[in-house]
């Protein structure tokens, strides 16, 4: 029972008497904390205003406290740098291998005009030969035809001289006559088949130099001038090319 009244008494008692013994042994401890943390509080604030004045600094001259380039940065410049290296090297080489282009695009030219050039120098030569070769074959006689052309011309003559009378009364001399006369057609028919034909003029005709060989001028009445009044001997062409030309006198 009085175990219980002392409980009673103590616990009314305590809150009077104790709890104000406690808060002031305990006050120090608390005012210890409270300044704590108000120096805590001022060293914030402190940081507080030195972050912002550093800031303030940075903003103000941006150059200088600027942090240094990232690795990704120089790594991006480094590759800028060799790109344009690069492209610059391709530029030179594309220069390079056009002007070569070009340098064989004129050699190609020149070269195809001078192969031109060639073949039709030989084509030409090929065309002078031929006709060498041609004219070889055509008039390689022209020596063999000049000389059967005195020939010719001396049996000509002695058929052009031979007496009418004796032609008309002696039957063997009419005979010889008209072997001549068949020697000579024979002879002629000989020519033409191997390109030899007789330049004959006739009297009257105009004077050609490319065919007649004048003799001799003479004045003639009624005669016009440059014609031909008398046929001294005939002339002779090798198929286009005249190997004596017919000798002729000529009227002034």
Same mark, same amino acid.
């Given at each position: ?6 409980? @009673? ?15 002031? @042994?305990?006050?120090? %401890? ?11 509080? +001022? ?11 550093? %800031?303030?600094? +940075? %903003? ?15 790594? #991006? ?15 030179? +080489?594309?220069?390079? @291998? ?21 073949? #039709? ?12 070769? /041609? ?11 000049? /000389? ?9 003559? #002695? ?42 003029? #006739? ?26 009044? +008398? ?10 090319? @005249? ?10």
């Amino acid at each position: 029972m009085s175990s219980s009244v002392s409980q @009673v008494l103590v616990r009314r008692l305590y809150p009077l008497f104790y709890r104000p013994l406690l808060t002031r @042994v305990s006050l120090p %401890t608390t005012f210890s904390s409270l300044r704590s943390q108000t120096t805590g509080t +001022q060293q914030k604030h402190e940081t507080i205003n030195n972050t912002t004045t550093t %800031t303030a600094e +940075q %903003t103000t001259n941006p150059t200088s406290s600027s942090p240094p380039p990232s690795s990704s940065s120089t790594t #991006a410049a480094s590759a800028n740098g060799s790109v344009e290296e690069s492209l610059g090297s391709i530029e030179h +080489q594309l220069k390079k @291998v056009t002007e070569e282009n070009k340098k064989i695009n004129d050699d190609l030219i020149d070269m195809k005009d001078r192969y031109k050039r060639s073949l #039709a120098e030989t084509e030409n030569t090929r065309i002078r030969y031929k006709k060498l070769v /041609d004219d070889a074959k055509i008039y390689g006689i022209q020596g063999f035809c000049k /000389d059967l052309l005195e020939v010719a011309d001396i049996l000509n003559l #002695a058929i052009i001289n031979t007496p009418k009378d004796k032609k008309m009364n002696d039957k063997d001399f009419a005979n010889l006559y008209q072997g001549l006369t068949m020697t000579e057609e024979k002879m002629q028919k000989i020519f033409t088949k191997n390109g030899l034909i007789q330049i004959s003029p #006739a009297e009257g005709e105009k004077f050609n130099p490319n065919f007649h060989e004048a003799l001799f001028q003479t004045k003639i009445p009624n005669k016009e001038s440059g014609t031909i009044v +008398q046929v001294m001997k005939n002339g002779y062409r090798l198929h286009e090319r @005249v190997i004596r030309a017919a000798q002729v006198g000529v009227a002034q």
